[in-house]
Structures are given as structure tokens and as C-alpha cells.
């Protein structure tokens, strides 16, 4: 708990990183209480940014809809998915025979997580080293890494973790990288072999496209989906970060050759103007139920408020060609990094795609993370510099990583903005850098 405030505020050290107050939010930019307009460079649920006039005109016209629940038909929600399939889908009716909507990234990956272990008859599940998929049931058991698994950092006693309830096996994590630090990846063939091992019993595998800072290659993709189809293990896409285009392409599975059983989204589905996540069965899962209820219910899932959000922002993402646009802005940040890692000493390692992108700094490395550091890890005291010079800028929680998210909406002008901030905070991570070589040299 912080100063006067009762709000239990989300943080994974104890050393505290900044008290940002947010004020109000005008398109790309935050505006703080101090009264600083800064760019929002990381936030993955704002796609279409702030005060988006479609998103306030459609939220404000949901108001007057009916209080659905999840249990009843409403002709809303039939025609959201039917828009969903034609616009983000391309028609595509074999990647989407049905739909279940969620509340959060999180609650999605929990309830396809738990409908493949009914399918398939089994328990454990597969995901891989360094993932985040969420915070709540089954999801927070493949959310591998401790500090981002609903445990206790404290001062005195490094981290009281929270109880693990699943048996839950990690495939190695892959290395590759785009711009600096790119390591070998192991060779498909062995990959192969160690995703069987890990999937023979499994009912479940399920694979993100950019958390802890890993864009996977397509090759690694479809050797995944390949182990589990030859061991009958349910592939789940976590498109929670890269669905409606943030990395470029529409889904992140667009990349390989493999199409998945199921797709999980969240974050920007409704535009950031409600709350929203969905389950995505491929027609081949969907056909598994024609004679199976799925016993689960949830009071606001597909409220009409997310309903009304989401069918606006698929109408903005296609009349404004979003995912056009934020393959040209790939080429800007893919520039821009290049340019501050040759730069800057203290990046060890830079990768990401579209409109999401990590930088990784020299320190302690991620398996080494520690909760109890009184001092705010060093990635966020670079993210304060940052945003002295302009730009909000989040950490993963860990000493030494810093991702990139802007709003699909970000312009050029605004990328250098934003890169420049950046650039500023590095100084910092140099200096301290140089300072260390001092003191141990
Ligand atoms: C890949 C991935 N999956 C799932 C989630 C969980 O989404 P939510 O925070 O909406 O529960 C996240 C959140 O950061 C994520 O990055």
C-alpha cells in the first residue's frame, strides 16, 4: 500500500519505481496530474489510445442496450462474432466455428486452458519459459515466471509465492532476436523431440508471441503446433497482446503455416473502451461439442458495452487499414532501435515487431530476479528518466526490461518522440553501467 491511498495498486518490487498520476488521456498521450503530457508508450490495452471519438460515440449509445448475460442470445453479440470472422478472419469459418466471451486475457486463457482438459481427458499442461498469460485460474499456473504469479514480495523475506495447483512444463524459450543479442535457438529437429516429450500426456499447449520479450520465429510456431498434434494436445494461440494487429499482421500465428485449435484475446479486442476477452474455437474444436455443453457462466461476459466497443473498433481498424499502418511503423522503431542500441553500452539485447518491442538492459539476469531490492530495479529508474523527458514507458516488473506498446494510432512524429525518450532514460543505465566498471575494475 502506498502514501494516503487505500488502492491496492499492482507492483512486483518492493522498491518502488514512481507514483504516476494519471490526469486524463487525449489520443496517444497521457496527461498527468501534475499536468505533463506524456506519450502512453506502453499499454496494450489502449489500442485505438484514449477518448477515441468512436469508442465514446459507441460506448455512450451501449448504455441505452439491455443488461444480457452470458446465459441468453442477444442479436448483438451474433452479429459482433459474425464482424469478428469477416474482418479480422478474412471469412475464414475453419479458424472460427464458435465463440465464448471473457472478461480479461487472463480469464480467456483460464477458461481454454480448462475446456482442453475436459476435451482431451488430461491434466497437465505445457507452455514455455519466461510466459505471461494471465493472472486467474489456470492461467496464472502457465504464468511461469515468480514474480509475475500472484505472490508476496516483501522486504524481509524475498517472495512468498503463492501455492502452484497445475502440473505445468515449460518448452526451452527461444532467443532469437531482431535488432542486437539474438543467440542460438535450438535446432527444430531437437525442439521436436523435447515438445513430445513434454506434450505426451499433456492436454494443452499454450504459446504467446511476445511476453518476456520473446517474438518467437513462425518455424518455432509450427514445431510446436506439429509435437501437438502428433501427441493430441490442444494448441491454444495466447493472442491476448498480438490479436488485432500489434505486431503487424492481424494474429501473430498469421507468421507460420499452423493453424491453432483455439485463440485467446483480450486487451485491444474492445478498443480499450471496455473491458473484454474472448475464446476462439476452431471449427474442428467446435465440432468436439456438438454433443457437449460447456458447463461454465459468467454474469457480464459479452456485456453489450464490450459488444458495442468491439464491433466499433473492428469498423475503425478496417476503414483506418491499422494493421497497414503499423507495418510501416515497423520500419521506423526497427531504425530508431537500431540506432540507441549501437548507442547505448547498457543494451545488451533489442527485439519486437510492429508495434511491440523490447529492450533489454546489462544487469542481473531475469532468473535471478529478486523481490525484496529496496531501491526500484534499474528499469524502472530508467523508465523515470524517460518519463522526465516525455514518454511513459513500462517495465516487466523485472531489473532489466523495458517494452514499447504505443496506441495502433501512434504516428511517426510521435514514434521519435517516444524513442527519444527512451534514448534519454538509457543515459541513465549507461552511466550506472560505467559507474560499476569503475568500482569493480
Ligand atoms: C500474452 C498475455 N496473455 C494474457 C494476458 C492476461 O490478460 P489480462 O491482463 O487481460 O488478464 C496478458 C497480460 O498482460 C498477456 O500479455
Given amino acids: 500500500m502506498s502514501g494516503n491511498s487505500k488502492l491496492l495498486i499492482s507492483d512486483f518490487n518492493v522498491g518502488r519505481s514512481n507514483e504516476v498520476q494519471i490526469g486524463t488521456g487525449e489520443g496517444v498521450f497521457f496527461v498527468l496530474k501534475d499536468g505533463r503530457r506524456v506519450i ?3 499499454n496494450t490495452g489502449a489500442s485505438l489510445g484514449h477518448r477515441h471519438p468512436d469508442m465514446v460515440a459507441a460506448v455512450k449509445a451501449a448504455a441505452e442496450e439491455p443488461v444480457v448475460n452470458d446465459g441468453w442470445y442477444w ?9 469478428l470472422i469477416e474482418t479480422a478472419f478474412g471469412g475464414d469459418a475453419t479458424l472460427v466455428g464458435a465463440v465464448r466471451f471473457a472478461l480479461s486475457g487472463g480469464e480467456a486463457n483460464d477458461l481454454a486452458l480448462s475446456l482442453a482438459q475436459a476435451l482431451t481427458g488430461r491434466a497437465p499442461l505445457v507452455t514455455r519459459e519466461r510466459a505471461y ?7 496464472r499456473e502457465m504464468t511461469v515466471q515468480p514474480h509475475w504469479h500472484g505472490g508476496l514480495s516483501s522486504t524481509d523475506g524475498g517472495v512468498r509465492p503463492a501455492a502452484r495447483l497445475a502440473d505445468v512444463r515449460q518448452l526451452p524459450m527461444p532467443r532469437g532476436a531482431r535488432i542486437k543479442g539474438a543467440e542460438e535457438d535450438l535446432p527444430a529437429h531437437e525442439l521436436r523431440a523435447t515438445a513430445v516429450e513434454l506434450m505426451k500426456d499433456s492436454a494443452a499447449v499454450i504459446v504467446d508471441y511476445t511476453q518476456g520479450g520473446i517474438y ?4 518455432f510456431q509450427d514445431t510446436v503446433a506439429d509435437a501437438a498434434r502428433e501427441t493430441g494436445t490442444l ?3 495466447d493472442e491476448v497482446v498480438t490479436g488485432f494487429g500489434r505486431t503487424g499482421s492481424w494474429f501473430g500465428f498469421e507468421g507460420g503455416e499452423r493453424r491453432p485449435d483455439i485463440i485467446t484475446l483480450g486487451k485491444p479486442l474492445a478498443g480499450g473502451a471496455a473491458p473484454a476477452g474472448a475464446v476462439l474455437l476452431s471449427q474442428r474444436v467446435a465440432e468436439m461439442l456438438d454433443h457437449e455443453r460447456w458447463q461454465t457462466f459468467s454474469t457480464f461476459r459479452g456485456h453489450p458495452v464490450m459488444i458495442a466497443a468491439m464491433r466499433a473498433h473492428l469498423k475503425v481498424h478496417a476503414r483506418d487499414d491499422l494493421v497497414g499502418h503499423i507495418r510501416e511503423l515497423d520500419a521506423v522503431f526497427a531504425a530508431g532501435l537500431a540506432e540507441i ?8 539485447r533489442v527485439d519486437g515487431r510492429g508495434a511491440h518491442w523490447t529492450v533489454e538492459l546489462e544487469g542481473p539476469d531475469w532468473r535471478g ?3 525484496d531490492v529496496a531501491e526500484a530495479p534499474l528499469a524502472s529508474r530508467v523508465a523515470n528518466r524517460a518519463l522526465d523527458a516525455g514518454a511513459l514507458i513500462g517495465t516487466s516488473g523485472e531489473q532489466t526490461s523495458l517494452f514499447l506498446a504505443p496506441p495502433f494510432i501512434v504516428e511517426e512524429p510521435e514514434v521519435r518522440q517516444l524513442l527519444d525518450a527512451l534514448d534519454q532514460g538509457l543515459a541513465l543505465a549507461d552511466e550506472e553501467l560505467e559507474e560499476s566498471k569503475v568500482t569493480s575494475g
Avoid at 498469460?133 to 492461467?139: E, K, P, V
Avoid at 518467437?216 to 518455424?219: G, L, Y
Avoid at 542500441?341 to 545488451?348: D, F, G, I, K, L
Fill in 40 to 42: 502512453d508508450g506502453s
Fill in 75 to 83: 442479436p448483438g453479440r451474433e452479429a459482433a462474432i459474425d464482424e
Fill in 133 to 139: 498469460h494471465g493472472i486467474n485460474g489456470l492461467a
Fill in 216 to 219: 518467437h520465429s513462425p518455424e
Fill in 235 to 237: 494448441w491454444i494461440a
Fill in 341 to 348: 542500441a549501437e548507442r547505448h553500452p547498457s543494451v545488451t
Fill in 369 to 371: 530476479w529478486r523481490a
